[in-house]
């Protein structure tokens, strides 16, 4: 292993800026939006009812001040290795270590199961191919544009974001208008404002509000992936803070609002909406009248899987690069192809993709279920490494002089409040009973990654501390 570096990379290897604008843009709301809203988003209204919008807005609050806390960090100094390199820096290597490789591995993983969704929907359509096959295309597809120039992810990710977009802004539409009596089909004379407290806001009580927090909380994943991403664009700071502060818009818009229309427009109680095969934009424009839409909005939710999937595939070869040049991870991913992409690095993050595809064809994809735990609550862990790599940089700037001049609010009190809300969230987590297995899996595997960086820390300080003692001093004739 290289030894730990925190330098500047030089002009050979370092990464290019061709990230545009439109493409940060777009790659920031397509950050916010997974295919969680179009069909996860089912079960969060079957439990907590109308209040699925509180249930939303107060997690979509949560990721807001993170971003903050990101971007702050972000704006003074940019970097591939986002709150990887900040937690290093701030805290210490093993904190910068063991985050980064627990966020690779999450996303390789997370990378299976998009390529998975891909292949079944694309299998429901066009049979005639397995399932296994169309996810080796879908990863070969995507593998081959992140080998390319970072401006070919950024224009694949572009037109993905917009579909979805799209997608959500007719949803809007139509939903608005049947909610004020001028959509024409469906039943939506039967549907509006009212809807919201004709069987209680709260009908299963408010902790169901609490444990539907917990879950949306992991919708919100990718909305981190913009502090990446920025390091390849030509001003990163610039684009830092615009997505930092877009951020709460988009939440409003793209899940508080489509909260809000769906629980007017259908029964809060609709069994359909806890079939992971229909979910909310499906039961809702079906009840609309809207012909074909559950094909429609699968087709959406396959678009939303492939920009995952290529997200997550830039995210981690990005990461692990990042992790190369500070010597916590083989010399080998630190290397560039003519494109200016980390091949190497790409290549690595399709391992579980593969084995995915593998335990497809054998009909054992139930053994990635095992594997997926480990990814349950790795974004909590991000978030707080985020925290408190923004408190404590915040103080040590501030002891410098060094002027900040995108801040987070009422610090550090906001700060705190922050790490105590995704403490009790993951205590919350273990209580609750339905996310205990996750917990207790990425826990696990989170303090093996501790142990180990922690281990590195202390063999490169062992090192240094004996070539200290054993250097002679030079003789002069």
């Not at 079957?46 to 993170?66: C, D, H, K, Q, R």
């Not at 490494?385 to 410098?400: H, Y």
Request: charged share 10%.
């Amino acid at each position: 292993m290289a030894s730990h570096q925190n330098g500047s990379e030089s002009p050979t290897q370092s990464l290019k800026h061709g990230l545009k604008s439109r493409h940060l843009t777009m790659i920031s709301i397509a950050g916010v939006i997974g295919a969680t809203l179009f069909i996860g988003s089912g079960n969060v209204i079957y439990s907590a009812g109308p209040a699925a919008i509180l249930v939303y807005a107060l997690g979509g609050l949560l990721v807001f001040f993170i971003m903050r806390m990101l971007g702050e960090m972000a704006v003074l100094n940019p970097d591939s290795g986002s709150f990887s390199t900040y937690a290093d820096r701030a805290i210490g290597r093993w904190a910068g270590f063991s985050i980064g490789w627990l966020y690779w591995c999450a996303w390789a993983l997370i990378m299976g199961w998009e390529a998975y969704v891909a292949g079944k929907i694309l299998n429901n359509w066009f049979p005639i191919i397995p399932i296994w096959g169309y996810m080796l295309a879908v990863i070969i597809s995507l593998v081959l544009i992140n080998l390319q120039n970072v401006k070919n992810y950024g224009e694949f990710e572009f037109w993905f974001a917009l579909v979805k977009v799209i997608a959500i802004i007719i949803f809007l539409i139509i939903g608005s208008l049947a909610i004020m009596h001028l959509w024409p089909w469906g039943s939506s004379s039967a549907s509006g404002v009212i809807n919201l407290t004709s069987h209680g806001f709260m009908p299963n009580g408010f902790s169901a509000v609490i444990t539907g927090i917990l879950g949306v909380i992991f919708s919100y994943t990718g909305a981190e992936i913009v502090s990446v991403a920025a390091a390849e664009s030509k001003d990163p700071s610039k684009e830092v803070r615009k997505a930092s502060n877009s951020v709460i818009w988009r939440i409003m818009l793209f899940y508080v609002g489509s909260m809000f229309i769906a629980v007017c427009l259908i029964p809060h109680d609709n069994i359909l909406l806890k079939d992971p095969t229909w979910g909310t934009y499906s039961v809702t424009l079906t009840a609309l009248g809207v012909p074909e839409a559950r094909h429609i909005v699968n087709f959406v939710v396959l678009t939303s899987v492939c920009s995952c999937f290529n997200s997550g595939l830039y995210t981690c070869s990005r990461m692990i690069f990042s992790l190369s040049k500070r010597g916590d991870a083989p010399k080998i991913f630190s290397t560039l192809n003519s494109k200016g992409s980390p091949s190497m690095g790409v290549l690595a993050s399709c391992f579980f993709s593969v084995l995915a595809v593998f335990l497809t064809a054998t009909d054992s994809m139930n053994v990635y279920d095992v594997f997926m735990l480990v990814t349950g609550t790795t974004i909590l862990y991000a978030y707080l490494a985020i925290a408190f790599s923004q408190l404590k940089m915040r103080k040590k700037l501030e002891a410098e002089g060094i002027k900040i001049d995108f801040k987070m609010w009422f610090f550090p009190w906001l700060t705190y409040a922050v790490i105590v809300m995704i403490t009790a969230a993951i205590v919350g987590m273990v209580i609750e009973g339905t996310y205990f297995k996750e917990v207790v899996y990425t826990s696990v595997f989170a303090f093996f990654i501790v142990l180990v960086g922690m281990f590195l820390q202390y063999t490169d300080g062992k090192k240094q501390q004996d070539h200290l003692i054993n250097r002679k001093p030079s003789i002069r004739n």
